[in-house]
């Protein structure tokens, strides 16, 4: 897997590894931002007419079509002051810049996060062992 990490915090790293290895993306860059309540909030209104905060956004960029040379997935942008789980947050944003979308598939991504989600509970789990 050639993933490029450099823009993902360290602590969520994980967490888009074990999304994107679900979702079958095996190469690609993309980028992880924690933000305030303010800047979410601005993102929602600017890029989904939605002027309230939010726990997570994506944005897309290349889609899940074939580009030459490595893909460029997208942003996932957190507000931690809206979500209950980072990690969570993270692989849910992650699952969408692979195009997953929720709000019209039959719950195959959410399914697929749950899974993703108990997978890193094992891993944390053992690690503590």
């Known amino acids: 897997m050639s993933v490029e990490l450099e ?5 969520l790293r994980d967490a888009v590894l074990a999304a994107l290895e679900a979702a079958g993306v095996r190469d690609g860059h993309l980028s992880v931002e924690l933000v305030d309540e303010e800047r979410i909030r601005e993102l929602n209104r600017e890029h ?4 309230k905060p939010t726990d997570v956004l994506s944005f897309p960029i290349d889609g899940a079509g074939e580009v030459p040379g490595p893909r ?4 996932v942008v ?12 993270t692989v849910h944003g992650v699952l969408h810049l692979c195009g997953y979308d929720h709000e019209v598939d039959d719950g195959e991504m959410l399914a697929l ?3 993703v989600m108990e997978s ?3 891993e944390r789990r053992e690690g503590e062992a």
């Open 72 to 75: 460029e997935l997208g942003d």
């Open 113 to 115: 996060q749950e899974r």
């Open 48 to 51: 989904r007419g939605r002027d």
């Open 7 to 11: 823009d993902v915090p360290a602590e």
């Open 78 to 89: 957190i507000c931690p002051e809206h979500t209950a789980d980072v990690v969570e947050a």
């Open 120 to 122: 890193l509970r094992g």
